[in-house]
């Protein structure tokens, strides 16, 4: 938090920092003095926060020096998980890993070895750089659950992904999954001042959120029946007339198609299927439809519905280009890569791949779209039309259950070592049990983190990384966006921290690598980077301090000059991209991946559903449960019951509860409120407890609380588009822990 510091003393030097604690990426302004940093506050001329700081940003003092931090490289001695660690150097931790690496690569080849990635705020470039240079095609992140899906998907149906909102003159702002009244202040913030402008708000979500209750329209469906409603939607905006038709008859290949297909997907069907009325279904299909021009924002639920995930992208996507809604004023923006500064992509070195390693990637003979055959496949079309592609970092994965079941089966091959980079996957993927056995299997372990978390505890070196105000940072939406903000160190890492960039850079060196990485430091990499725009700067610093951004005067209805990036030119509701990798060209009706129409028999022993919890303040993902002054708001983990439901189970609010799936069994605290279905359980996501044991087979209470323990990654639960798995939509049951459960409580 800031202190009370005179800013009048001599020394004293402002720097442009960045908060980094969330995906916002807030600007920051630190009051640094002989190289510490005396006060911290949020910059007025940001654009994401404008001065304002949450509970989060403002732990960045508590964050930069805490007690828990891990400072030094650390090599195990012990045995794996026993907690006994030496202290070594930075230079000898990388010369040591690199030799192992290249002893893995030597008697398994490079695709034993595979990375598994954190958030955006990471500079996942270089990561993807080294792997292309070591010749592995296996990185990958928690993205299948967090928007790549969705990006693949709608630039197979448009040539790129909306994700850009123009809400200045939107009037009307779909909120599918998302609730920024909890997980994103700034967001939500400028939501509010553009319904005080008369912006309609539909808020879709089971639960009756932060954000629902300033709804216009609150939809609470049954968590995974997204798609019966989109192609209801779909069926009502075709059927009574509601399309924008010169859109349509110009820009869309398939119409016709598409309206036979949907013609059976009335209100009156997807009722029964989402829990809501007919009467509720057709609302929210003509607020959206006719307050023009209008917004779709994604939200993660869709991504994380499993088997159903990638045909409801498909028809969300279908939504947008019906109603006309597509790189318009005030509608979601078809932005492109920038052709102003080098792309993430064109850092990350991908055709140094060789084409034989793509074809080993885990999990591209099935899930195509997320993987080597479909991102080429779409990159091809990209560079047609905007003369870049995606990122392949980020849109070009392994996937990730597949890769922790080849560690354990050897199938298709062994993997033999994983680097683990700003994740701590114990509490961030799917079926946590199989996740813990991996990682307790795998031959080889590193990672990379602020703190000791569960993973760590498990691995063979621990390597410190520069937190919030000792790193520089661009953010341009996962290398995807035509606009990039940029931040610089408030600080040089203290102790032998080092940015995610040295880790990479120094273990490629070390490896022999060192002629592909030319940039001694990060911010030569940025300076680099932004070189294209033609700023007069001699160094990114002086680009941070004189600019700070980059926003390309805006163009709309780009398509009308350019066309859009298929192989139509057109936006193909029918989709050729897809048809061609051995999917639907249309969306077709997939139930939940758990639900009790399809599965009675599992319904009556699993009466419940479950849905397992988005983001809420003040915690991201697993992060922050260190940081005393944040434990404080949210010290327990709490899951919603409704009050007819806990009364029928004798549960009181309060009350510890167990949480069960056909995996597994976690502890909640119960709370008892009308905002949630009476059939509908909703957990929080991230839970472990830093202040235990970090030492097996406790590991700070990973399995305990942990709402991912619930979840399933089985191939057939999965989106069989992209791969991504099931944490929302599932069965459950739920009953009071006994005594004996209380012990230790």
Known sequence: MS????????????????????????????????????????????????????????????????????????????KRGEGKWEQIPWAQAMEEIGTKLLQIRSEFGAEAVATAGGTQRTDDWSRRRFMNLFGSPNGFHNSHLCWIPTFMVETAIYGWCPFELDMGSSRCLILWGQNPGAAGMPEMHHIRELQ???????????????????????????????LALALAWIHVIIYEGLFDQEFVA?????????????????????????????????????????????????????????????????????????????DAPGSDLL????????????????????????????????????????YSKIAEQTRKVWGKAPTAEWMCEAHPPSVFRAILSGKPYQVKALLVSATNPINSYGETKLVLDALKAVDFMVTCDYWMTPTAA?????????????????????????????????????????????????????????????????EEAYYAKIAPLGYDIENYDEFVERYRFHFPEREYFKYQRQGFATPSGKVELYSTVLKDLGYPPLPPYIGPTENEIDDPELAREFPLVLT????????????????????????????????????????EDGDWVWIETKRGRIKQKANLTQGIHPRVIYTQRGWWYPERSMAAPELGGCLESNT????????????????????????????????????GK
């Open 612 to 651: 397992t919890g988005g983001g809420f303040m003040p915690y991201h993902h697993s992060e922050h449960f260190q940081i005393k002054e944040v434990r404080f708001l949210r010290h327990e983990p709490y899951m919603d019951i409704n009050p007819a439901t806990a009364a029928e189970l004798s549960i």
């Open 250 to 326: 110009n820009c869309c290949e398939g119409f016709g198609e598409l309206a036979d297909h949907v013609e059976n997907f009335t209100p009156e069907w997807a009722a029964e299927l989402t829990w809501l009325t007919p009467e509720q279904i057709r609302a929210g299909a003509y607020m959206y439809a006719m307050n023009k021009p209008g917004n779709i924002q994604w939200g993660t639920s869709v991504d994380q519905i499993g088997r159903p995930a990638g045909s409801t992208m498909h028809a969300r996507a279908i939504l947008r280009a019906l109603t006309g809604n597509l």
């Open 458 to 522: 498990l691995s063979d070196y621990v390597i410190p990384i520069a937190g919030a105000l000792e790193r520089p940072t661009i953010t341009s939406s996962y290398g995807c966006s035509d606009f990039l903000l940029a931040s610089q160190r408030a600080i040089p890492p203290m102790y032998e921290r080092r940015n995610d960039y040295n880790f990479w850079r120094d273990l490629g060196c070390a490896m022999g690598q060192q002629e592909m990485w030319p940039w001694a430091t990060v």
């Open 335 to 374: 932005t492109g890569p920038s052709p102003d500064f080098l792309t993430d992509e064109e850092m990350e070195a991908n055709d140094q791949l060789p084409e034989e390693q793509k074809s080993k990637q885990i999990g591209s003979d099935r899930f195509k779209l997320v993987t080597w055959p479909g």
């Open 196 to 226: 005080e402008k008369g912006m309609k708000l539909i808020v879709i979500d089971p639960r009756f959120s932060e954000t629902a209750a300033k709804a216009d329209l609150w939809l609470p469906l049954r968590p995974g029946s997204d």
């Open 708 to 743: 991912n323990v619930l979840t399933t990654t089985a191939d057939d639960h999965c989106d069989p588009y992209s791969g991504s798995w099931a944490n929302r939509g599932l069965l459950c049951r739920v009953y009071k822990l006994n005594a004996s459960d209380m012990e």
């Open 3 to 78: 202190k009370n510091i005179d800013l009048t003393q001599a020394g004293i030097e402002v720097k442009k920092s960045a908060c980094y604690f969330c995906h916002q990426n807030c600007g920051v302004l630190a009051y640094v003095k002989d190289g510490k940093v005396l006060k911290i506050e949020g910059d007025p001329e940001f654009p994401t926060n404008h001065g304002g700081l949450c509970c989060r940003g403002n732990i960045a003092l508590q964050h930069l020096d805490h007690p828990a931090r891990i400072n030094y490289p650390l090599k195990r001695v012990g």
